[in-house]
């Protein structure tokens, strides 16, 4: 038996089995990440950021999102990877995380996908980092990001 059931953002379908959770897929380096759709709030073109002193390396500084500051955090360099220079297919992913905004820079948005639980294994490590699983799309994998650990 399948009931729907609506969220703030996005939908979830149940069922007996489990949950058919929808995620926002994007690229980072080579790699494909995604982040549930619950958390999403919107997707911008790069614009100007003012940079913040006295902040990590991989905080950019912020924007002015229709009145609001955002701090935009570049995930290459969350990530560890080297920085390159932004393109025309780099854009942020507004987050909202309990109230909080922020803004990933990634180097572009694919699509969203869902995966289901099923189809989701645990992270090889559970120790500190930003993964929360790595779900199964056809052939490939999609790294999946807790966003709440990738603020601190």
Do not use: A, W
Not at 22 to 45: A, M, N, P, Q, W
Not at 61 to 84: A, H, S
Request: aromatic residues 4%; hydrophobic residues 35%.
């Amino acid at each position: 038996m399948l009931m729907e059931k609506g969220r703030e953002r996005g939908e979830e379908m149940i069922n007996e089995g489990g949950t058919l959770e929808k995620y926002l897929t994007f690229r980072v380096g080579e790699e494909d990440y995604g982040i549930s759709i619950h958390y999403v709030s919107e997707i911008v073109g790069l614009q100007k950021i003012t940079p913040v002193p006295d902040v990590p390396t991989y905080v950019k500084g912020v924007i002015n999102l229709r009145g609001k500051i955002i701090p935009v955090l570049d995930m290459r360099l969350r990530l560890g990877m080297p920085e390159r220079p932004y393109d025309e297919r780099t854009c942020i992913i507004v987050v909202n995380v309990e109230g909080d905004l922020l803004g990933l820079i990634v180097d572009r948005v694919n699509e969203v996908t869902d995966i289901p639980q099923e189809q989701i294994e645990p992270p090889p490590s559970e120790e500190g980092g930003f993964v929360m699983g790595l779900g199964k799309v056809g052939e490939g994998v999609k790294i999946l990001l807790d966003v709440h650990k990738i603020l601190r």
